[in-house]
């Protein structure tokens, strides 16, 4: 029988990823009115998780940060946060819910592919294949989108969300060691801060122009949605969970997310399902699979 610190785990793991596939449609639905700018957005959530992860660790114990590690973690929450939410938020702006989640399972197979490009480790057959049948359905899902009433885009949407997640894979492999010393709380707090003094000053022109009163509650509530549950919460799982399962778990559960993105879009009307979005679904899983299996007998 399953332990209760694994159970807890499981369930911490399987919340965040459900809570991350619906803030896909929740993002689209909120743009749907045309009133909250993608970089509204943008500001809403760092801004947003800065303040929610700054006040939550004034309950947890300190831990002391040399200012040069804060600098470096400036360039930890541009690729981390600001790039990476930036580009998804944007991307979902564009294109439909399910290909954005879609995309997002992409990332593990970058990280894979950068770590060899940059710090040299090695990539097994089963790597190298999973990584190239990952790119294929990438590119099957990008290119071959068609007319979708969800998305003014696709094919743009699609290829900024997955810039979006290279930023990301990028930020973990370039600080791996580094966001090791330091609690999640205490980098999240210092990377969301420097994430939002960027955004803030390159948001003025949106910041000026969006007509606030306009804003319904519905919008409203996506917002509040995107920032304590796709950000805070989602992140607070995922700590939980990362303490009582293995890493090659806590990857797996990435797969609810499109699950649940797809579903929700196409019981909205925001998503539709075709034979090209299949073939990439199963090229995409399949390739993730590979490179998780690689990396789980290595270990």
């Known amino acids: 029988m399953i332990n209760e ?3 807890k785990g499981h369930l911490a793991m399987l919340g965040a990823n459900v809570m991350w596939g619906l803030m896909s449609p929740v993002t689209k639905i909120v743009f749907t009115a045309g009133i909250v700018a993608p970089m509204i957005m943008v500001d809403f959530r760092v801004a947003g998780a ?6 939550t660790s004034l309950f947890l114990p300190k831990e002391r940060m040399p200012v040069k590690d804060v600098a470096r973690l400036f360039g930890a929450g541009m690729l981390g946060v600001l790039f990476n939410q930036g580009c998804f938020i944007l991307g979902v702006s564009l294109t439909s819910p399910g ?23 090695p990539i097994t057959l089963k790597k190298a294949g999973g990584i190239a049948l990952g790119a294929a359905g990438a590119i099957i899902l990008i290119f071959g989108s068609g007319v979708q009433a969800s998305g003014a885009n696709p094919a743009l949407g699609d290829l900024i969300v997955l810039c979006a997640q290279l930023s990301y894979a990028l930020y973990l492999t370039l600080y791996r060691n580094f966001i090791r010393k ?5 980098l999240m707090k210092w990377m ?7 955004a803030l000053p390159g948001s003025i022109h949106w910041l000026a122009s969006t007509d606030w009163h306009a804003i319904s509650g519905l919008e409203w509530s996506g917002i509040a949605y995107v920032v304590v549950c796709g ?7 995922v700590m939980i969970g990362q303490k009582s399962l293995r890493p090659t778990l806590v990857g797996m559960y990435n797969y609810v997310q499109p699950i649940v993105a797809t579903i929700t879009g196409i019981c909205l009307g925001l998503d539709r399902f075709t034979p090209a979005k299949a073939l990439a679904i199963a090229l995409i899983f399949s390739g993730v699979w590979l490179v998780t299996i690689s990396k789980a007998k290595k270990n």
Do not use: D, H, N, Q
């Open 50 to 55: 800065a303040l929610l992860f700054w006040i």
């Open 231 to 237: 950000t805070f919460l989602a992140y607070i799982c």
């Open 99 to 121: 290909e954005a989640s879609l995309v997002t399972t992409t990332m593990p197979m970058w990280v894979m592919l950068l770590a060899w490009l940059i710090l040299r480790e």
């Open 192 to 198: 969301f801060l420097s994430a939002t003094v960027v």
């Open 5 to 7: 610190s694994k159970a």
């Open 182 to 186: 330091y609690s999640l709380v205490t």
